[in-house]
């Protein structure tokens, strides 16, 4: 996890952004932001960010994309991908939205 988002994430943050995710990103506090041992308000708000994304993660597993192997041509991989995360888009727009987080100060 932590070399994909060395390769890929890090280059679309701007100066100062860092990412909120889990343990398999910890990088020491460089980009990503995770969990600290400490239960105050800030971290319960990140933990609620992270399971508002994995939310998402779920409804990509129902289709079993990331589970089972791909047995089409390699060059069709991004287009199936791509076809399923639109579905779940899709569903996110149109009256299925993950749950909300309201932060307050």
């Known amino acids: 996890d932590l070399n994909i988002a060395r390769s890929s994430i890090i280059h679309y943050l701007d100066p ?4 909120v995710a889990d343990g398999g990103y910890n990088d020491g506090g460089q980009w ?11 971290q319960k708000t990140y933990s609620l960010a992270r399971a508002r ?10 289709f079993g994309c990331l589970k ?3 047995r089409h041509p390699l060059h069709r991989h991004a287009t199936f991908f791509n076809s399923v995360a639109n579905l779940v888009q899709i569903t996110i ?4 939205p993950p749950f909300t987080i309201v932060i307050t100060s």
């Open 93 to 96: 727009q149109n009256g299925s």
């Open 53 to 62: 994304h994995e939310t998402k993660n779920q409804r990509l597993k129902v």
């Open 32 to 42: 990503a932001v995770t969990l600290d041992g400490t239960n105050g308000y800030r």
């Open 68 to 70: 089972h192997k791909f």
């Open 16 to 19: 100062g952004d860092m990412y």
